[in-house]
T-cell receptor, first 112, second 113 residues
Framework: SAVISQKPSRDICQRGTSLTIQCQVD?????MFWYRQQPGQSLTLIAT?????????ESGFVIDKFPISRPNLTFSTLTVSNMSPEDSSIYLC?????????FGEGSWLTVV | QQQVKQSPQSLIVQKGGISIINCAYE??????FPWYQQFPGKGPALLIA?????SEKKEGRFTISFNKSAKQFSLHIMDSQPGDSATYFC????????????FGTGTRLTVIP
């Protein structure tokens, strides 16, 4: 299996600020994804993080709000920019490894 | 539009009973159907998965039943235990696609002693 580490695990952020979430996986993977899970809700795909090229965003998510980096096959970052209370969510890093999708523990963000 | 529909939203089962969660889909391009278990404060963990070439897969107390013609699949938890209390998500992935998952809305299972 693939082991995913996310940082921070939890944070309280001020409105209008930005926060970068880091995702580190213990194996080289081609596909990395970022999901959002709002309180009590299901998971929604934000974007696919592509190594060596721009991320591919899903409908409703834009690069200016959620810039993503993917410098190598084991690491990615997601930035949540200009945060508002509506951005309070769990942000989950996910990877496809040997035909299975694995998730990190999530980064719980509360915007005040 | 929800690509994978999941029911029920919540489920209460007595210890030792059978928990059943159902999912349905429309997209015939889906070729991989995993179930995830999520405890409060944790990320989703893969529980069991099935491909459409089989009708059933069993791992311990967990069984997936798959009905390709009806485009439905379900999770059965036999001999449910209080430790099984969690939120369960079904999901589906398209073959040859970007490898990302479409999730159901989740079922909160409570197993009472």
């Amino acid at each position: 299996s693939a082991v995913i580490s996310q940082k921070p695990s939890r944070d309280i952020c001020q409105r209008g600020t930005s926060l970068t979430i880091q995702c580190q996986v213990d194996s080289q993977v081609t596909m990395m994804f970022w999901y959002r899970q709002q309180p009590g809700q299901s998971l929604t795909l934000i974007a696919t993080a592509n190594q060596g090229s721009e991320a591919t965003y899903e409908s409703g998510f834009v690069i200016d709000k959620f810039p993503i980096s993917r410098p190598n096959l084991t690491f990615s970052t997601l930035t949540v920019s200009n945060m508002s209370p509506e951005d309070s969510s769990i942000y989950l890093c996910s990877v496809a490894y040997r035909d299975t999708i694995y998730f990190g523990e999530g980064s719980w963000l509360t915007v005040v | 539009q929800q690509q994978v529909k999941q029911s029920p939203q919540s489920l209460i089962v007595q210890k030792g009973g059978i928990s059943i969660i159902n999912c349905a889909y429309e997209n015939t391009a889906f070729d991989y159907f995993p179930w995830y278990q999520q405890f409060p404060g944790k990320g989703p963990a893969l529980l069991i998965a099935i491909r459409p070439d089989v009708s059933e897969k069993k791992e311990g107390r967990f069984t997936i039943s798959f009905n390709k013609s009806a485009k439905q699949f379900s999770l059965h938890i036999m001999d449910s235990q209080p430790g099984d209390s969690a939120t369960y998500f079904c999901a589906a992935r398209t073959k040859g696609g970007a490898n990302n998952l479409f999730f159901g809305t989740g079922t909160r299972l409570t197993v009472i002693p």
